[in-house]
């Protein structure tokens, strides 16, 4: 029993915690609308409520661009009071969900936000993110990017545990591209000067580089993006390999365009591009030890599954024992009974009455945990149809062997009928 308790205690403190991050989400967001300012031509030191009321009020001058980020922060405002209102009619998931959703959006919009104004306003990266006296830039896109980031790492060591550091330190690594940005990548550019108009002289190879120059520097974006998208997606190892696969192909063929275009000689002067693609090889090492690393901690699971003996519903039961046959008909009806009776429990059309009210990813995933016995066979052995009561029992009792891996909706209802068992 205190095991159950503790049990039902662990949970509501989990979806009081959800809550709770929920509104500090809510809050430092919001807190984002009026305080710091927004580095935009016609702020005027205010946040970004007064570019969405300009914009609203059809007065926001720019281009059609920057009248879609404003547009955009206002939907992904609308998104963020959706979500914080939802999560406090969840259960734990439902409002972890939420909560990883709605940062997932303020990411987004506060990216899009940004390139806009680098786009419309003229703005570089320096300009948005670094000041001489505070290294980081006061302003609300600046503050809303690390809001952001912060959200997400809570939402994935909720999410992942032990597996959300590991997300964290691949996010990181795509952060850390931005760090070269002052340094030489293409005749006189940084990396920060590739992401507004490039130029060079002297032919189609000089031409192709400049392009080549340009794309890289937007994968980077596109590189954070994915990686910040992967933190609270599940399952992503594989993704994230590709995605660094692909970063180093281009970054390797600027280095080997660039080669041809400057001269091999003169690869040493282009610091930039040198960092850039040696980062770029450490993160493409980074994702296959980690997709190596995760496969190998579920190799076992799934060699015992393998391994594991036929579910007990295939199993064949022993007849039960039969009144004194009265006559030679009744003893085929018998026998006939008995035989239809074993090929349906081989078949597995078994009523149970605790799997009927699982959902059906619920019900595989109860198969793999208590019937297929993935992870061992510390419980009692559950029989579909049968008499299951010493399950549940003592299905608590073994909590900490499969905690990280059971659902909260399959753990709900496990004790809600462990309590309607021990109330028998």
Same mark, same amino acid.
């Given at each position: 029993?205190?095991?159950?308790?503790?049990?039902?205690?662990?949970?509501?403190?989990?979806?009081?915690?959800?809550?709770?991050?929920?509104?500090?989400?809510?809050?430092?967001?919001?807190?984002?609308?009026?305080?710091?300012?927004?580095?935009?031509?016609?702020?005027? *030191?205010?946040?970004?409520?007064?570019?969405?009321?300009?914009?609203?009020?059809?007065?926001?001058?720019?281009?059609?661009?920057?009248?879609?980020?404003?547009? %955009?922060?206002? @939907?992904?405002?609308?998104?963020?009071?959706?979500?914080?209102?939802?999560?406090?009619?969840?259960?734990?998931?439902?409002?972890?969900?939420?909560?990883?959703?709605?940062?997932?959006?303020?990411?987004?919009?506060?990216?899009?936000?940004?390139?806009?104004?680098?786009?419309?306003?003229?703005?570089?990266?320096?300009?948005?993110?670094?000041?001489?006296?505070?290294?980081?830039? %006061?302003?609300? %896109?600046?503050?809303?990017?690390?809001?952001?980031?912060?959200? #997400?790492?809570?939402?994935? =060591?909720?999410?992942?545990?032990?597996?959300?550091?590991?997300?964290?330190?691949?996010?990181?690594?795509?952060?850390?591209? =931005?760090?070269?940005?002052?340094?030489?990548? #293409?005749?006189?550019?940084?990396?920060?000067?590739?992401?507004?108009?490039?130029?060079?002289?002297? *032919?189609?190879?000089?031409? @192709?580089?400049?392009?080549?120059?340009?794309?890289?520097?937007?994968?980077? =974006?596109?590189?954070?993006?994915?990686?910040?998208?992967?933190?609270?997606?599940?399952?992503?190892?594989?993704?994230?390999?590709?995605?660094?696969?692909?970063?180093?192909?281009?970054?390797?063929?600027?280095?080997?365009?660039?080669?041809? @275009?400057? *001269?091999?000689?003169?690869?040493?002067?282009?610091?930039?591009?040198?960092?850039?693609?040696?980062?770029?090889?450490?993160?493409?090492?980074?994702?296959?030890?980690?997709?190596?690393?995760?496969?190998?901690?579920?190799?076992?699971?799934?060699?015992?599954?393998?391994?594991? @003996?036929?579910?007990?519903?295939?199993?064949?039961?022993?007849?039960?024992?039969?009144?004194?046959?009265?006559?030679?008909?009744?003893?085929?009806?018998?026998?006939?009974?008995?035989? #239809?009776?074993?090929?349906?429990?081989?078949?597995?059309?078994?009523?149970?009455?605790?799997?009927?009210?699982?959902?059906?990813?619920?019900?595989?995933?109860?198969?793999?945990?208590?019937? &297929?016995?993935?992870?061992?066979?510390?419980?009692?052995?559950?029989?579909?149809?049968?008499?299951?009561?010493?399950?549940?029992?003592?299905?608590?009792?073994?909590?900490?062997?499969?905690?990280?891996?059971?659902? &909260?909706?399959?753990?709900?209802?496990?004790?809600?009928?462990?309590?309607?068992?021990?109330?028998?």
């Amino acid at each position: 029993m205190r095991k159950q308790r503790a049990a039902a205690h662990e949970r509501e403190r989990g979806k009081i915690f959800q809550w709770i991050l929920s509104l500090c989400i809510f809050a430092a967001f919001t807190v984002l609308l009026f305080v710091p300012p927004v580095p935009h031509p016609q702020a005027d *030191g205010a946040g970004i409520a007064a570019l969405a009321l300009a914009a609203m009020k059809g007065t926001l001058e720019g281009s059609a661009l920057a009248y879609t980020a404003v547009y %955009v922060m206002i @939907a992904a405002y609308a998104v963020l009071l959706a979500c914080t209102v939802a999560a406090f009619f969840c259960k734990r998931g439902g409002a972890l969900a939420y909560n990883a959703f709605k940062s997932l959006v303020m990411t987004a919009a506060f990216l899009f936000f940004a390139v806009a104004l680098m786009q419309s306003a003229g703005l570089n990266i320096p300009a948005l993110f670094y000041d001489p006296r505070t290294l980081i830039a %006061v302003n609300a %896109v600046t503050f809303g990017l690390i809001a952001a980031f912060l959200s #997400l790492a809570v939402c994935s =060591f909720c999410a992942y545990r032990g597996r959300g550091g590991l997300k964290l330190a691949a996010a990181l690594i795509a952060l850390s591209f =931005f760090a070269l940005g002052n340094l030489p990548f #293409l005749e006189g550019y940084t990396l920060f000067d590739l992401f507004g108009k490039v130029t060079l002289t002297g *032919g189609p190879l000089q031409e @192709a580089a400049a392009l080549l120059f340009r794309i890289l520097a937007w994968a980077t =974006f596109a590189n954070l993006a994915l990686a910040l998208i992967g933190m609270v997606v599940p399952r992503t190892a594989t993704a994230a390999l590709i995605r660094a696969a692909l970063h180093f192909a281009l970054a390797g063929t600027a280095l080997v365009v660039l080669g041809f @275009a400057a *001269g091999w000689s003169a690869l040493p002067q282009y610091s930039g591009t040198l960092a850039y693609t040696a980062l770029a090889l450490a993160q493409l090492l980074f994702a296959a030890v980690t997709l190596g690393v995760l496969r190998k901690r579920n190799a076992p699971a799934q060699s015992g599954a393998e391994g594991a @003996a036929p579910p007990p519903a295939a199993a064949k039961q022993a007849p039960a024992r039969r009144a004194p046959q009265e006559g030679y008909e009744a003893g085929i009806r018998a026998a006939v009974s008995e035989l #239809l009776e074993e090929e349906r429990r081989a078949a597995g059309d078994i009523r149970d009455e605790f799997l009927d009210e699982l959902s059906d990813g619920e019900r595989r995933e109860f198969c793999d945990l208590f019937i &297929d016995r993935i992870y061992g066979d510390s419980l009692p052995c559950y029989r579909p149809g049968e008499d299951n009561a010493a399950f549940f029992r003592t299905v608590f009792i073994r909590l900490g062997k499969y905690r990280d891996v059971i659902s &909260d909706d399959l753990l709900e209802k496990l004790y809600e009928r462990s309590q309607h068992s021990v109330g028998q």
